[in-house]
């Protein structure tokens, strides 16, 4: 019979260790409760300006596990069904110098709050409201070629894959490398858009609860099950997109999200920073054509609904 546990929640690892013990263990089916926190915790608090910020990439992610899952082998297949996420009361999203796909465009820090307490959406700015869609950024089991590594960047078995596809009531399989599965997850998020292009999401705390399955099943790749539209809170109200056409996808992808940072200016007023942001939080990059003749069509699209029912 499936058994419930609440993980420890203290014992945090910052990185993919093939030498760390077990923080669980458990049966295939069972669930299990975690407290996860954000990215960042200790490292900057609601309302901090940029400057009094400290982020240290090296302890940044806050993991928890890795949990050992009984009769799991190498060749097998992670069943992680996402029961129920709950954020926090507050996040963060920054731009930050040298990284995210732009970095050449938005050279100094800038950090943004929000209040994720008050209803289902959290202003951007006046008139702007972004809808709160939790998901976690991070959840892998360990590959057989790691014996220590960073959080990020992904690796084979999952990892900081940041796709907020993986939403309550998704079912996301994992391939098993290491007997025991020996899965971890974290980096929180309350919203983003395909592509996270300023390099956060809204960064929060997250109670989550998972139930662990196993299946008898090799798979190449991780997958996922989403049990119904992605995005029914906002398709109603139609999108706005832009395209970056370029022999190099990387480029396209750079003038499609510098095409809606215009957009959002022109039409909307907003600043260059928080268009970025919005970018980042609500937006969505995706390839519209791939094979013309060596030259690509990257394109970004952004719900209208975040403007209110007047966009």
């Not at 990892?159 to 098993?176: E, I, W």
């Amino acid at each position: 019979m499936a058994q419930e546990h609440v993980i420890d929640a203290d014992r945090i690892h910052h990185a993919w260790d093939a030498s760390l013990e077990p923080t669980l263990r458990i049966e295939p089916g069972d669930v299990v409760h975690f407290d996860i926190k954000m990215a960042g915790h200790g490292q900057v608090e609601n309302g901090w300006p940029y400057e009094r910020a400290a982020f240290d990439f090296d302890t940044l992610y806050n993991l928890l596990g890795p949990i050992h899952v009984e009769g799991a082998t190498p060749g097998d297949s992670l069943e992680v069904e996402i029961v129920d996420l709950r954020p926090g009361a507050w996040g963060w999203c920054a731009v930050l110098p040298e990284l995210g796909l732009l970095p050449e465009d938005f050279p100094a820090p800038y950090l943004r709050h929000f209040d994720l307490a008050q209803s289902d959406t959290t202003e951007l700015a006046p008139g702007v409201q972004i809808p709160i869609e939790p998901f976690l950024g991070t959840m892998g089991t360990l590959p057989d070629d790691l014996e220590h590594a960073t959080p990020f960047p992904p690796h084979k078995g999952g990892g900081n894959v940041d796709t907020r596809h993986l939403k309550r009531g998704t079912t996301l399989l994992l391939p098993v490398f290491r007997d025991g599965a020996l899965f971890s997850c974290g980096d929180p998020h309350a919203a983003q858009g395909d592509g996270e292009v300023c390099v956060a999401a809204i960064e929060t705390d997250m109670h989550a609860t998972l139930r662990i399955g196993l299946r008898r099943q090799a798979i190449s790749t991780p997958r996922f099950v989403v049990p119904g539209p992605l995005t029914p809170r906002t398709d109603a109200g139609g999108y706005y997109g832009t395209m970056g056409i370029h022999a190099d996808l990387m480029q396209g992808a750079k003038e499609a999200v510098r095409g809606m940072i215009e957009l959002l200016g022109q039409e909307h007023g907003l600043a260059r920073e928080d268009a970025y942001v919005l970018c980042s939080l609500a937006g969505d990059l995706r390839i519209l054509e791939i094979v013309d003749a060596g030259v690509w069509n990257v394109g970004f699209t952004l719900p209208r609904s975040v403007f209110g029912e007047d966009s």
